[in-house]
């Protein structure tokens, strides 16, 4: 069975930092890439950053450049997105999700999602 599951969400100061998780299964260890989005309330879903299977292409939206850093571990079938210099805009439910195909930021390609986890910056 396909699935991924995020960790790590939760209340931060703005200027702090958070470490989310994204764990993958079901799909072959180097056979997928996977998106990070967010979703604020009253807002339209974004994509933020994605990797692809093999590593090598990696892409951030402009938001967040500079500030977050998406990394995948193969042996144990996670990614991460290491998240810095948070603000109070980047308050959202954070979502990952997988696909076989090409990866983009664009959400509508994706095939598999997770629940999404709270991240809150607020002082």
């Known amino acids: 069975q396909l699935q991924v599951v995020e960790s790590g969400g939760g209340l931060v100061q703005p200027g702090g930092s958070l470490r989310l998780s994204c764990k993958v299964s079901g799909f072959t260890a180097d056979g997928y890439g996977v998106a990070w989005f967010r979703q604020a309330p009253g807002k339209e879903r974004e994509g933020i950053s994605c990797v692809s299977s093999s590593g090598n292409s990696i892409n951030y939206a402009d938001s967040v450049r500079g500030r977050f850093t998406i990394s995948r571990d193969d042996a144990e079938n996670t990614v991460d997105l290491q998240m810095t210099g948070l603000k109070p805009d980047d308050t959202a439910v954070y979502y990952c999700?997988?696909?076989?195909?090409?990866?983009?930021?664009?959400?509508?390609?994706?095939?598999?999602w997770g629940q999404g986890t709270q991240v809150t910056v607020s002082s």
């Open positions: 999700a997988a696909t076989i195909g090409i990866t983009t930021l664009i959400g509508e390609l994706y095939d598999v």
